[in-house]
């Protein structure tokens, strides 16, 4: 039980593009969800936190309008990366949680290189 | 606020060798805490959790024991084989500062199991 599915596992496209990875729970309700980013060996860096149905809590230093994130179902959460650089190339993870003192399960990540 | 701090690596080992990895933390109140582990190229998967003092939690012939006197959660297998090669991460999450229990990791510690 508890598996979080994400996807792509990889994407590869041009300076200026917008990506979308998405983050889903599927086999329980995640009424939350949370976004990382993991430089090459280094730890997970939080991005942000959502709720179903509120709008994400974003970690300080954490540019809102570069990702957008939404999460509208109990089992789905998205990551837009939009107009994306090269300096945004890096592996994002999703997790998904139930309730608040239950762990955290996560994605198998998305490399994103931005050419 | 919450911190975690585990021992850096990189370690390496021969196959059927004893592996302790130390890690400490500093939380108020009564955090839980996780053993993750990440394997090349994916996401984390929750190895072990123990959510009071004088927990064990066990997994794959992983154990880690809780104690809070020492503030520590050390992971810890007898027999180490090359498939447990990985990078694992030490972690606690608490509710302190209405953090909404979000995870606080430790930098991560590479395994290498040499056969």
């Known amino acids: ?115 | 606020g919450d911190s975690v701090t585990q021992m850096e690596g990189p370690v390496t080992l021969s196959e059927e060798a004893f592996l302790t990895i130390n890690c400490t933390y500093t939380a108020t109140g009564y955090p839980s805490l996780f053993w993750y582990v990440q394997y090349p190229g994916e996401g984390l998967q929750l190895l072990l959790k123990a959510t009071k003092a004088d927990d064990k939690g066990s997994n794959k012939g992983f154990e880690a024991t809780y104690r809070k006197e020492t503030t520590s959660f050390h992971l810890e297998k007898g027999s180490v084989q090359v498939s447990d090669s990985a990078v694992y991460f030490c972690a606690l999450s608490s509710n302190s500062g209405g953090s909404n229990y979000k995870l606080t990791f430790g930098k991560g510690t590479l395994l290498t199991v040499n056969p």
């Open chain 1, 1 to 115: 039980g508890a598996v979080v599915s994400q996807h792509p596992s990889r994407v590869i496209c041009k300076s200026g593009t917008s990506v979308k990875i998405e983050c889903r729970s599927l086999d329980f309700q995640a009424t939350t969800m949370f976004w990382y980013r993991q430089f090459p060996k280094k730890s997970l860096m939080l991005m942000a936190t959502s709720n179903e149905g509120s709008k994400a809590t974003y970690e300080q230093g954490v540019e809102k309008d570069k990702f957008l994130i939404n999460h509208a179902s109990l089992t789905l959460s998205t990551l837009t990366v939009t107009s994306a650089h090269p300096e945004d190339s890096s592996f994002y993870i999703c997790s998904a949680r139930g309730q608040s003192n239950q762990p955290q399960h996560f994605g198998d990540g998305t490399r994103l290189s931005i050419l």
